[in-house]
């Protein structure tokens, strides 16, 4: 959409943004207070954040906020763009403005940052019109202060020390108490002060949201706070309910997804993520990343209901996609994810060998391709193959290192150590490979490697428990099998792998529980039919034998 205020002058503008969001505009034109400003910025009785700017602006204030708090931070700089157009003394419209180039929990370029700074030192001079707006574009400075030079992550603690200061001042203040939250969970936190951090966040936001249950930008907000295994079921019944009253904006209808997936919730996780999907697809002209990454978590819900043909459905759009040669960092991990989950998930390593890996700027994705390459290779017995799709998944490390990347570095690592000990296996080195499966393991079962990132192309834990059991050692497969469900819960694979491990070490009634939640998962589906077979064909005698016994 072209922005607003480069096509109309002031009067049509006004009337265009009340037909967008509902503006009321009656009288305004003969109303001598519609041209002045409301005397102080306060929070009302229902949180609303009253600004100091004319009347007319105030609703487009309010959307611009609730995007903000909804990560929709292109849509919100259109709005506090029509919102400076209608008023251009309105510092609040720049402060938004500003604080849509700087996504706290997205990425940021040097452009963006840019306009960002443009926009904070016109809310500067315009002069704020008392202490609250004033105390909201000081802290701002932090963020855009020397940001060719500056460290980001000591921009970003700056900030969060403002937005401190300006709670406990101002402790009445929800939205002001949501942003300092939101700062609490910042990528920059050091590692020691996660969990401290975290629960503040948490306390902050349920005070909110026992005050007020339908807060949006709370709501949003404390699911990122939730979103960790060990936590996900304190965060069920918010994620229900943002999932109804999210705004219709694709990050926003996909968050409640997080906590779905964290307690194997799968249909509820699909229907958001189609919701999502069908919300991005609007804005495929400008940024397909959002699209990409509902689908990249479709293909991964479908796989675990053995949806398989909807999975690969997607698959093949994804494939035939002509190249994007400056993708975002969500579009160009989804695209290389979305075949690598496919054939990695079904065992199908033949097809895992069609795939090739393209240079990226996001070193992370081209190194997943690598990965899923190197295990069709080892699995496939043509070691050559695999050692040297290593060789590239290790270029991939080092270059995240190198541009430290450390997060993705980290991660990229539990990949390197997952393919390599698949490569040890198909060379017959048995232990060898087994040390690296539980590294990799160990890596991405780290507190906080759960969240920053779409899921993991296989857990590391399922594929040790799958060599055990190709190893013959049954009870130690079911072991494995077994700690990856506490993180992991409904997974198929994971099923299918604990059923078959229980069934051989002889645990007639655990292999029967595990075959039953197999069949109530994806027992109607029409693919997955040797695994379902399976599982009945077991459930069918173990009852007969049951019968027979008593």
């Not at 503006?23 to 003969?30: I, K, M, N, S, V």
């Not at 849509?100 to 370029?109: E, I, K, Q």
């Not at 293909?299 to 993708?327: C, F, H, W």
């Not at 290192?401 to 296996?425: D, N």
Request: aromatic content about 8%.
């Amino acid at each position: 959409m072209n922005r607003i205020f480069l096509l109309f002058i002031l009067s049509p503008l006004l009337f265009m943004m009340a037909a967008a969001i509902n503006l009321p505009l009656a009288g305004a034109q003969a109303d001598p207070a519609a041209s002045t400003k409301t005397s102080a910025s306060k929070e009302s009785d229902d949180g609303a954040f009253h600004i100091a700017c004319r009347p007319q602006v105030q609703a487009a204030f309010d959307r611009g906020l609730t995007l903000l708090h909804a990560f929709a931070y292109d849509a919100a700089e259109e709005i506090f763009l029509a919102v400076i157009e209608a008023d251009p003394d309105c510092a609040m419209g720049y402060w938004g403005a500003a604080m849509s180039r700087y996504p706290l929990h997205g990425n940021t370029d040097p452009v963006a940052l840019k306009n960002g700074l443009g926009y904070l030192v016109k809310a500067k001079k315009i002069s704020p019109k008392n202490a609250k707006e004033a105390s909201y574009i000081a802290s701002l400075d932090a963020l855009f202060e020397d940001f060719g030079s500056r460290d980001a992550q000591i921009r970003l603690l700056a900030y969060q020390k403002a937005m401190a200061a300006h709670y406990r001042d101002d402790p009445e203040d929800q939205n002001g108490a949501i942003f300092y939250a939101l700062s609490l969970l910042s990528p920059a936190v050091p590692a020691e002060k996660n969990e401290t951090n975290r629960n503040k966040a948490e306390t902050i936001l349920l005070a909110i949201l026992k005050e007020r249950p339908q807060h949006p930008g709370a709501l949003h907000t404390i699911l990122h706070v939730y979103d960790a295994p060990e936590r996900a079921s304190k965060g069920l019944e918010f994620a229900r309910t943002y999932a109804r009253i999210a705004p219709s904006t694709p990050h926003a209808q996909h968050m409640p997804a997080h906590i779905f997936k964290h307690l194997g919730l799968w249909q509820e996780a699909i229907d958001v993520n189609r919701i999502s999907e069908a919300a991005a697809r609007t804005k495929m002209n400008r940024n397909a990343g959002a699209r990409l990454h509902a689908l990249d978590d479709l293909v991964y819900l479908y796989l675990q209901t053995g949806e398989d043909r909807k999975a690969e459905a997607i698959v093949n759009e994804i494939l035939s996609m002509p190249p994007d040669l400056a993708p975002s960092k969500d579009a160009a991990y989804a695209r290389t994810a979305i075949p690598a989950r496919y054939f990695s998930e079904r065992r199908l390593w033949t097809g895992a060998l069609t795939l090739r890996p393209r240079p990226s700027p996001h070193a992370y994705a081209e190194g997943l391709t690598y990965f899923a390459y190197a295990i069709g290779g080892a699995r496939n017995r043509r070691p050559i193959e695999a050692a040297a799709a290593l060789e590239g998944l290790r270029a991939v490390h080092d270059r995240l290192r190198a541009s430290k990347e450390m997060p993705e570095a980290e991660r990229t690592e539990a990949l390197l150590q997952a393919a390599a000990g698949w490569i040890e296996y198909a060379e017959g080195k048995r232990d060898r490979a087994i040390l690296h499966l539980r590294a990799a393991a160990e890596i991405q079962e780290r507190p906080g490697n759960h969240s920053a990132f779409p899921e993991n192309i296989l857990p590391a834990r399922e594929m040790l428990a799958d060599l055990l059991l190709e190893e013959g050692e049954p009870q130690a497969a079911l072991k494995e099998y077994e700690r990856s469900l506490l993180l992991r819960p409904n997974r198929f694979n994971t099923l299918y792998g604990a059923a078959r491990a229980a069934e051989r070490a002889e645990k007639t009634e655990k292999a029967r529980d595990y075959y039953q939640d197999l069949v109530h998962l994806a027992g109607k589906s029409q693919s997955r039919q040797r695994e379902i077979l399976e599982a009945t064909l077991f459930l069918k005698n173990s009852t007969q034998h049951t019968k027979k016994g008593q």
